[in-house]
T-cell receptor
Framework: GAGVSQSPSNKVTEKGKDVELRCDPI?????LYWYRQSLGQGLEFLIY????????KSGLPSDRFSAERTGGSVSTLTIQRTQQEDSAVYLC????????????FGSGTRLTVV | SQQGEEDPQALSIQEGENATMNCSYK?????LQWYRQNSGRGLVHLIL?????REKHSGRLRVTLDTSKKSSSLLITASRAADTASYFC??????????FGKGTTLSVSS
């Protein structure tokens, strides 16, 4: 696609439910990144993919968080048993290679856990 | 953990004035990038400066990098109301993802 697409754009879920966030990167971009941003804060790195493998998943806050990428394209971030502190904007970005390039970001998914 | 820290946290100026934002970081880097974010959503890449470069220009943007002081500055000249946004610096090391600072919120009034 022309840009990085994320869905849904907004998600309200009840505490304890599982959610899946989707990221569709720019076609041909081998590197894909997930970040989250709490209100008024900077970006917190979660995980990045090179192809289908995740060389760095050190930013995942707990074992309730997991992510996968299939076919070197679409990625899903899953949060199990959501908590109120998971409320944030989840941002996905992609780049042609995991090297010296600027990232292209999607518009994010705003997750609200009530 | 956050690698870059922007200063100031917030900046308010009038249209036509210049805006300067600073970024400090802690460890060695391959490159430093600046991004803009409108309305708390997706970030837009503005400019990238490599560790062996000292200054770079792009339109009304000027970025400097001082690796001895581990700092960078972003200058926006002749600011416009449309420049109102949050600005983030980001640094990387080989084989890792970008690490972003907390950002500077710029408000340009007409």
């Amino acid at each position: 696609g022309a840009g990085v697409s994320q869905s849904p754009s907004n998600k309200v879920t009840e505490k304890g439910k599982d959610v899946e966030l989707r990221c569709d990167p720019i076609s041909g971009h081998t590197a894909l990144y997930w970040y989250r941003q709490s209100l008024g804060q900077g970006l917190e790195f979660l995980i990045y993919f090179q192809g289908n493998s995740a060389p760095d998943k050190s930013g995942l806050p707990s074992d309730r968080f997991s992510a996968e990428r299939t076919g070197g394209s679409v990625s899903t971030l899953t949060i199990q048993r959501t908590q109120q502190e998971d409320s944030a904007v989840y941002l996905c970005a992609s780049s042609p290679v995991a090297e010296v390039r600027g990232y292209t970001f999607g518009s994010g998914t705003r997750l609200t856990v009530v | 953990s956050q690698q870059g820290e922007e200063d100031p946290q917030a900046l308010s100026i009038q249209e036509g004035e210049n805006a300067t934002m600073n970024c400090s970081y802690k460890t060695s880097i391959n490159n430093l990038q600046w991004y803009r974010q409108n309305s708390g959503r997706g970030l837009v890449h503005l400019i990238l400066i490599r560790s062996n470069e000292r200054e770079k220009h792009s339109g009304r943007l000027r970025v400097t990098l001082d690796t001895s002081k581990k700092s960078s500055s972003l200058l926006i000249t002749a600011s416009r109301a449309a420049d109102t946004a949050s600005y983030f610096c980001a640094t990387d090391k080989a084989g890792t993802a970008l690490i972003f600072g907390k950002g500077t919120t710029l408000s340009v009034s007409s």
